[in-house]
């Protein structure tokens, strides 16, 4: 069994549209911009999860949650995809080609700028996470 490590104080730090669950657990869960029964899949097993709308400060909410707790290692990116902000394909750019001068790389989404992020926050995301992507479903 993998060591456990606990997470920053006051976890999650940042508030949003979410719920928690086992902060031991290894999965957090985006809906975009679908609401399922985020309660439903906490109870399941996961760590975190909720809805992320746009593609700036969604993205940045839930980068400083998921890199605050070590335990997550794993994000699934579920549910429809929010038209215009398009903050999944986003989420999927940065994981893959990071930020440069403050956008994501890559990201077709309205305004893809993250401006309260560091570099440090972006790399650990990356390294940290297994990003798993089954946008538009929503079962």
Known sequence: ???KKSPASGWPIIQGDYQTGDANSPVAVITMGSHLDEAGI???GAALAGS????NLGIEKVVAN???NPNIRFVLLCGTEVKGHLSGQSIDAMHKNGVEGGKIVGSTGAIPFLENLTAEHIKRFQEQIELVNIMETED
């Not at 992320?52 to 593609?55: A, G, I, N, S, V």
Request: aromatic share 0%.
């Open 66 to 68: 998921v890199i605050s």
């Open 52 to 55: 992320c709308k746009t593609e």
């Open 42 to 44: 906490c109870a399941a």
């Open 1 to 3: 069994m993998a060591d």
